[in-house]
């Protein structure tokens, strides 16, 4: 099965840094998205609504996990 795994992410973030190690120790390929510039933040509120604040978010499939949890949930739904 292939993901596309996409982590939105913020610079000196522990939990963005974490989500990435979970993704980089499980071997998944992923994009990442860094929103520190005013145009990739418009564009993250865009897909995700201005209330969404909690960094990462990690979408797989083009469906939103969530942090650092919804990614591990996910990843153990899906087996990996």
Known sequence: MEL???????????QCETAKSVLKSKALPFEEIKIDDEAERLAFYEK????????PQVFINDQ???GV?????ALKQLSL
């Open 4 to 14: 596309k795994i996409v982590v939105y992410s913020k610079s000196a973030c522990p």
């Open 48 to 55: 995700c609504g201005p209330a969404v604040r909690q960094m």
């Open 64 to 66: 939103r996990v969530g």
């Open 69 to 73: 949890n919804g990614l591990q949930a």
